[in-house]
């Protein structure tokens, strides 16, 4: 009896198609007829396209995907360069205070009318160096002097349990920068509180960097009457 012969099995899976289309990227120049003869599903549901038509869509989207990140970077870079030029205001500000009222006015101002802060609020437990009575020298409990001291950046969000009472029940958000005499060891002598009204103002995930910018400002400003 005859065996019937049986031809092997050719299969080519998905995978080794396309680890030879990588291996050879130079196929479809050789081949450039198969650009027009394959067709695809389109992507947005308009029939089939061809290969040629789906790679210029693919590229399409790519270049909108990267419009639209160019568009978020150059936006963010505004904002920033607009916070920056904020900060930049404070500073000359603060070097233009002479003595402790004039550097507390210039914080209050800047605070609310370029960051647009309902209120703010100075906090200091160390003793003035002219002896002289301030509103912001005011004895601060042990428990929230050591929580102010515990903070490695400034606190955002809502209020502590522990310094309620220092702004107004109204308000929604808040930041606590830890000011400091000395930065490098880290010994607070008062703190600069904002608040807002508005509840996603100060989010306990958002960046601190010109708040840290702003405490060490601060610090410096003050530092001189401490």
């Known amino acids: 009896m ?14 080794q198609v396309s680890s030879y289309l990588r291996s050879f990227p130079h196929f479809f120049e050789q081949h450039a007829s198969l650009l027009a003869e394959i067709y695809l599903p389109s992507p947005h549901g308009s029939g089939a396209i061809s290969l040629a ?4 869509l693919a590229q399409r989207d790519k270049i909108h995907a990267l419009e639209n990140k160019l568009v978020t970077l150059i936006s963010y ?14 500073s000359v500000n603060l070097l233009k205070s002479k003595n402790f009222e004039a550097v507390q006015a210039a914080i209050i101002q800047c605070m609310q009318e370029d960051f647009l802060v309902s209120e703010s609020a100075i906090r200091i437990w160390a003793n003035p160096n002219d002896d002289e009575t301030h509103s912001d020298y005011t004895p601060e409990n042990k428990d929230f002097i050591e929580w102010v001291n515990d903070l490695t950046r400034p606190y955002c969000g809502e209020m502590p349990d522990i310094t309620k009472d220092l702004l107004s029940n109204q308000l929604q958000s808040f930041v606590f920068i ?6 490098a060891e880290k010994q607070t002598f008062g703190v600069l509180i904002l608040g807002s009204v508005d509840a996603q103002h100060f989010k306990s995930d958002m960046g601190v960097m010109y708040l840290e910018r702003i405490g060490d400002l601060v610090s410096a400003a003050l530092s001189a009457h401490i």
């Open 2 to 15: 005859q065996q019937e012969n049986q031809s092997p099995n050719h299969d080519i899976s998905a995978e």
């Open 53 to 56: 038509e789906r790679q210029q």
């Open 77 to 90: 870079a505004e904002e920033n360069d607009e916070t920056s030029k904020k900060i930049h205001d404070f």
């Open 178 to 183: 830890p000011l400091y005499k000395n930065t």
